[in-house]
């Protein structure tokens, strides 16, 4: 009697543990995924604002005479390289204010450089 007992209890029991083991690798799997989707993001805006300030000191370059052309349309040209958009590009004497916005997997970045000739105690 008692010797049917832990027989029938013990195949009840058979295959828990993968079950268990299963839902734990995709709990992990998907923690994992979540992690490397913040860090593409962040990687991303990163290299969005350094493509920004590039192109907004190559506008300065033309605005002081040390390349040719127009500040905003090098700006756009240098932007519209990388796949970027430039929503504004705004002059204020030997200063460039540039917003710059790119979609990268559906998001829509958004970022803003501002570039000048040198240091001022005005600014």
Not at 13 to 20: E, R, V
Not at 94 to 122: M, N, P, T, W
Request: proline letters at 1%; charged letters at 15%; hydrophobic letters at 50%.
């Amino acid at each position: 009697m008692f010797k049917n007992f832990w027989t029938l209890s013990l195949k009840n029991d058979l295959g828990s543990a993968s079950i268990i083991g299963f839902a734990i690798f995709f709990v992990i799997l998907g923690i994992i995924s979540m992690i490397f989707m913040n860090t593409n993001e962040s990687v991303e805006l990163a290299r969005l604002q350094a493509q920004t300030d590039n192109a907004t000191v190559a506008a300065v370059d033309v605005l002081r005479g040390l390349a040719t052309g127009y500040p905003c349309e090098t700006a756009e040209e240098i932007v519209q390289g990388f796949g970027g958009t430039i929503e504004r590009c705004h002059i204020v004497g030997f200063d460039i204010y540039i917003e710059v916005s790119q979609k990268v997997l559906g998001i829509v970045h958004r970022v803003q450089s501002h570039a000048g000739v040198g240091l001022l105690e005005i600014r």
